[in-house]
């Protein structure tokens, strides 16, 4: 136990100085902008199926849960307003960050930690290259900026989703299911759950970029980097998203 906690203690120190490091770049701004394009590009762009096809689904479960009460209760004026209270608020940003996450999070991990062992961290050092510039604060900024914009692209597929399994599953119109969420929900629904985008970038950002930096031990290093990062953004996810719901609900 004592072991555990000493662990968990330097990591959460490590990371707060890499923060540090970071912040540090932006006075006066030090950023590698051809990275930050070409990170946008690859953790944004290339991320749009997978988060497309999670949040049909997610807007689908929300149909398929509601059905039986809908229909038991003929309450189909807030299947609207239910399926979007949950995804705008809590499932949306939560699955889309746990997606991203296993999908970018664990990618710039195993990159940056390949970077670690076969020496090229070293060889920017060399060339008089900083490696917080060049390669961590354009990942840190795409993470964040990226996460932001793929939450608000699943919630519109998601709440489209959920639109279209009402109208086969329960006979909903279309037109009433928006209305749903148009009337009773409100712009601080839908500004909650981005907040805990943001939130929730930044603990993958520097959980990836800490546990790629710190690799050691060669290649399976990198495999056990990876694990704890993947494992690390995901319990820094359900804690944030805990706390943030009682400090901004």
């Excluded at 209270?85 to 991203?100: H, N, S, Y």
């Excluded at 805990?196 to 930044?202: I, P, R, T, W």
């Amino acid at each position: 136990m004592g072991r555990g906690i000493v662990s968990v203690s330097q990591q959460t120190g490590g990371i707060l100085v890499l923060l540090l490091k970071i912040l540090r770049r932006f006075f006066p701004p030090d950023v590698d902008y051809f990275e930050f394009k070409r990170n946008l590009y690859k953790m944004g762009n290339r991320s749009l199926f997978i988060v497309a096809l999670t949040s049909v689904f997610v807007g689908a479960i929300m149909v398929v849960q509601a059905s039986v009460y809908v229909q038991q209760f003929s309450a189909y004026a807030f299947v609207g307003w239910g399926a979007g209270f949950v995804i705008l608020r809590e499932l949306g940003p939560i699955l889309i960050a746990l997606m991203f996450s296993g999908r970018v999070g664990a990618n710039n991990t195993a990159e940056l930690g390949t970077m670690v062992v076969t020496e090229q961290i070293d060889g920017l050092r060399a060339l008089a290259i900083d490696p917080i510039s060049y390669l961590i604060v354009p990942r840190f900024l795409s993470m964040i900026l990226m996460l932001f914009t793929l939450t608000v692209y699943g919630d519109i597929v998601a709440l489209l989703g959920a639109a279209g399994f009402g109208q086969l599953m329960l006979g909903i119109e279309v037109r009433v299911f928006f209305h749903g969420v148009t009337t009773l929900l409100g712009p601080w629904d839908l500004w909650i759950g981005l907040i805990k985008s943001v939130a929730f970038g930044l603990i993958i950002a520097l959980s990836s970029c800490y546990y790629g930096l710190a690799v050691r031990g060669g290649a399976p290093g990198v495999g056990r980097a990876v694990n704890s990062s993947v494992v690390a953004s995901a319990v820094g996810i359900f804690v944030a998203d805990y706390f943030l719901t009682f400090l901004i609900d």
